[in-house]
């Protein structure tokens, strides 16, 4: 599948030279933490200070730990997709021991996973069922990098603080007709099959999903230490 938001990336297209240095390099690297890639997760983030701005990201996932998974978030799985962030995965263990101030910036999965709008694209239903059992009790933290849904060309700006849909009404209508149209899902035909699935075993943290408020960055301007502050080593 190409990616849903059509950015007309700056830059001539790579030349036979640059790609065969590539092929060449690939042949003699090892690539250990792109291989420990094991999972294709495909849902919806907002805008941490704006709900209407949705974007469709996909998650290629690999795990650091069973309680601990990292994610490179993409606009689409195809050859030319854009990397537009990342995500961290953890356990309702892991999230409860963060300090109070740090469990904002998270959020839960649980309505994703329920609601039918989280989904493995390919995956067959009862091999996604059993995967996604887990992901519905982690919390998740996502920052985007690229803003291609206004467009832009390169990663401009600040890290954007993400979230994920928590109650039914939130998710665009047309971006999720796009999605089940292109991959051939029924959010609400899944939705059936995954009643039996539970959240966090304690309930979902009234801390997490921004305790319920637009969060934003802030790009701050500090006073920087003088060189001479530095030891020489780190200069």
Not at 115 to 130: A, D, Y
Request: charged fraction near 25%; proline fraction near 7%; glycine fraction near 8%.
């Amino acid at each position: 599948m190409a990616a849903t938001t059509q950015v007309d990336v700056p830059g001539k297209p790579t030349e036979t030279g640059t790609a065969v240095l590539d092929t060449a390099t690939a042949a003699i690297q090892n690539f250990h933490p792109i291989n420990k890639i094991h999972q294709h997760l495909c849902a919806f983030h907002f805008y941490g200070d704006d709900m209407t701005r949705q974007v469709e990201a996909h998650h290629f996932c690999s795990h650091q730990s069973e309680d601990l998974r990292q994610c490179l978030i993409y606009d689409g799985d195809g050859p030319d997709a854009r990397l537009i962030g990342v995500e961290y995965l953890v356990s309702e263990e892991l999230f409860l021991a963060l300090p109070e101030a740090e469990k904002p910036l998270w959020h839960s999965h649980e309505y994703e996973v329920r609601s039918g709008v989280l989904f493995m694209p390919r995956v067959p239903g009862p091999i996604e069922r059993r995967a996604l059992e887990q992901v519905c009790r982690t919390y998740g933290k996502t920052f985007h990098f690229w803003q291609v849904d206004r467009g832009d060309r390169l990663p401009l700006g600040p890290p954007q603080l993400m979230m994920a849909l928590t109650r039914d009404g939130q998710l665009r209508e047309d971006l999720a007709k796009d999605v089940e149209s292109r991959y051939g899902v029924s959010f609400e035909k899944e939705r059936e099959k995954r009643e039996y699935m539970e959240g966090p075993a304690k309930g979902i943290h009234p801390l997490a999903n921004g305790a319920g408020k637009g969060l934003r960055l802030v790009l701050t301007e500090v006073d920087l230490p003088p060189v001479s502050s530095v030891p020489r080593a780190f200069v």
